[in-house]
């Protein structure tokens, strides 16, 4: 009996050791931690990402851990997953939910942590032709857009909502800008355009047949890694309240957010404002967020661009306030 009551005392106090050790590393791991960086991308129009950076919210935030920031403008939402999976991005400031499940799906340990924006009117369906006014009237027609991303998504749901598919239409993989072109040079019947596009089309003389309203959220995330949940909690602590911060900022002065948001996209304060009231910035995550992603997620299945579904609660980590 007296040995065995000393080996278990001996045990206990090796378990111990073990659990200091690993609290003392983790300790290390995080101290060790001293550059951040985040994803920066002002447009369509990212209003809080502009005010966090045209007012040095982050640095000043983590200069207080001594916590350096550097930014990395990467417009891509695949690029920024690569990013991300290469160590050199922590934070994807507003980030589209495709390329968030499809990065999860490929194996990034990814974790949206919040809402970046909610946009359906800031995503349309336009045309220069005065024959073509509603969903019906896509039917046969060239339609130029990005493939893969919300506006290929609105289109789609749109056909759909009318009995129609993509085999219905002729849909041409295509960027934004070089949609309009081919819309005003005829070479196109209708083209998917998106934020800052859509005012500049209005003043071409193309009209808007339809919006996301009513199709899709245009749900944009603001993800993390696992590691930077786990193991640097404090951080991503950090990074949200800098967010919260510049909400605070957008509410409480909102002529100075629209110059410093027109200034810094080249875009008038008038068609800023304008802009401004398409998009929810609540960085809250709704259970009808994450059933917005499953419907993104479907999309990504049905279009062939994702083989194995993923649980989408699984990435899920909400760390608003």
């Known amino acids: 009996m007296k040995k065995q009551h000393v080996l278990i005392m001996a045990l206990m106090v090796l378990s111990l050791l073990t659990i200091g050790c690993t609290s003392k590393a983790s300790v290390q791991s995080q ?72 990065a999860a799906a490929n194996g990034l340990d990814i974790k949206v942590i919040g809402i970046y924006s909610r946009a359906p009117e800031a995503f349309t369906i336009m045309s220069n032709d005065a024959d073509i006014n509603s969903i019906t009237d896509l039917k046969g027609k060239k339609i130029v857009g990005p493939k893969g ?109 629209y110059a410093l948001v027109a200034e810094e996209t080249g875009i008038s304060v008038d068609a800023v404002k304008t802009m401004y009231p398409w998009y929810d910035f609540n960085p809250k995550i709704t259970g009808k967020d994450i059933e917005e992603l499953k419907k993104t997620q479907t999309f990504l299945i049905d279009n062939g661009m994702l083989e194995n579904e993923i649980d989408i609660e699984s990435i899920i980590m909400d760390m608003t306030k």
């Open 149 to 257: 991303t919300i506006l290929h998504q609105l289109l789609l749901s749109a056909l759909v909502s009318e009995g129609l598919s993509l085999d219905d239409v002729e849909f041409i993989n295509m960027g934004i800008g070089d949609g309009l072109v081919a819309l005003s040079s005829d070479n196109a019947d209708v083209a998917l355009v998106a934020g800052p596009a859509v005012t500049q089309a209005l003043e071409s003389g193309n009209h808007v047949i339809t919006t996301g309203k009513g199709y899709l959220d245009a749900t944009i995330v603001i993800a993390t890694t696992g590691d930077m949940v786990e193991n640097h909690r404090d951080l991503v602590e950090t990074y949200m309240g800098v967010h919260d911060n510049s909400l605070t900022f957008m509410s409480e002065h909102p002529d100075e957010m």
């Open 31 to 102: 101290a060790t931690k001293n550059e951040v960086s985040i994803s920066y991308v002002k447009l369509p129009l990212n209003v809080p990402s502009i005010i966090e950076k045209k007012e040095t919210l982050f640095e000043n935030a983590f200069g207080e851990k001594d916590v350096n920031v550097t930014f990395s403008e990467i417009t891509q939402g695949s690029k920024m997953t690569e990013a991300m999976a290469a160590g050199s991005l922590d934070f994807c400031n507003a980030l589209g939910g495709t390329s968030a499940i499809l």
